[in-house]
């Protein structure tokens, strides 16, 4: 019987050195049992399962994670992290990948998960919390989303909605800041 014929994959062992020391997590120690993946509420809406980006980044395939939708689908809920017996924390790197593409200003597979991705982290920068209303407004604008809305006429449902959260005391019209703005200033600086 003809054998089929085998890609061959270059490796890359740079991309794992440059996870390992910007992110602290040793990549290197998963020996692809999938409990990461077995515990994760949200594989279904993944086309590379967390196991999978493991292995991705051991060899090196820098790129098919960055065009890939997992990191963006992930919800930072660090299930995956709590199970791994080898103590990975996968959900810092996912973390750590998103922080990457936005660095270098790359493209993401989910263009609108990147916008509300940097419009939350230049909230907590700039006050150490988020800013709901002000959140909402600026995701609308660059995301898009406000065409969409005003065209099939769910925006007025989004403004109902907003006005009865406003009224519970669940919005605020201002911003607010923290005490320790310069402690979250200091976690930026050392993480990016
Ligand atoms: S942190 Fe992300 S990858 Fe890990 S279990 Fe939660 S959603 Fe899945
Ligand atoms: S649980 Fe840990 S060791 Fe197992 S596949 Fe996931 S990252 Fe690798």
Redesign the pocket.
């Known amino acids: 019987m003809e054998k089929p014929e085998l890609e061959c994959i270059e490796m890359n062992s740079g991309f794992i050195n440059e996870i390992e020391e910007g992110s602290g997590i040793k990549v290197s ?9 077995n515990g994760c509420p949200v594989t279904f809406a993944m086309d590379l399962y ?2 999978q980006v ?1 292995r991705y980044i051991q060899l090196g395939l820098k790129q098919e994670i960055r065009e890939s939708a997992t990191i963006w689908v992930c919800a930072s809920c660090e299930t ?1 992290t709590t ?4 103590e ?1 924390d ?1 959900a810092g790197v996912m973390d750590f990948l998103k922080q990457s593409v936005v660095k270098e200003k790359g493209q993401a597979a989910e263009d609108k998960v990147l916008a509300f991705h940097q419009i939350f982290m230049d909230d907590i920068r700039k006050r150490g919390r988020v800013f709901e209303t002000g959140l909402v407004g600026k995701y609308m604008l660059h995301s898009g989303d406000w065409v969409t809305k005003l065209k099939d006429r769910s925006i007025l449902d989004e403004m109902l909605l907003g006005w009865t959260m406003f009224r519970k005391g669940r919005l605020n019209l201002f911003p607010k800041r923290i005490k320790g703005k310069a402690e979250i200033e200091k976690l930026f600086n050392n993480s990016l």
């Open positions: 120690a998963c020996f692809q049992c999938r409990k990461c993946t967390p196991d493991m995956c199970r791994c017996p080898n990975i996968i």
